[in-house]
């Protein structure tokens, strides 16, 4: 059974940059399109972006666009996220997700990390 473990974050001043990595165990990842999403507190969970597993295609919410980059190695069986020019309002739980196809919708995804926590902060 696939399961999900992600690493990476940590505290980080605005406008620095973190890498998140989401490793599977259990199954490999390249039959799953892989989401990446956060959590604030207070807030519902929202999606930041994602990749499909067939042609490794991405969209990513408004907010993070030009900022954030999400990519795929499937011979070390991760996603990772880099997030650049970090702002507070990305301070969040980050969590990366399997599903069967690419969204930004929490709903689609069956299989969770659990978690990261991200801050910047001065």
């Known amino acids: 059974q696939l399961q999900l473990v992600e690493s990476g974050g940590g505290l980080v001043q605005p406008g620095g940059s973190l890498r998140l990595s989401c490793a599977a165990s259990?199954?490999?990842?390249?039959?799953?399109?892989i989401g990446w999403f956060r959590q604030a507190p207070g807030k519902e969970r929202e999606g930041v972006t994602c990749?499909?597993?067939?042609?490794?295609?991405?969209n990513y919410a408004d907010s993070v666009k030009g900022r954030f980059t999400i990519s795929r190695d499937n011979a070390k069986n991760t996603v990772d996220l880099q997030m650049n020019s970090l702002k507070p309002e990305d301070s969040a739980v980050y969590y990366c997700?399997?599903?069967?196809?690419?969204?930004?919708?929490?709903?689609?995804?069956?299989?969770w990390g659990q978690g990261t926590q991200v801050t910047v902060s001065s």
């Open positions: 997700a399997a599903g069967p196809i690419p969204s930004l919708y929490v709903g689609d995804y069956g299989i």
């Open positions: 259990g199954h490999t990842l390249d039959a799953y399109a």
């Open positions: 990749i499909s597993y067939s042609d490794g295609s991405t």
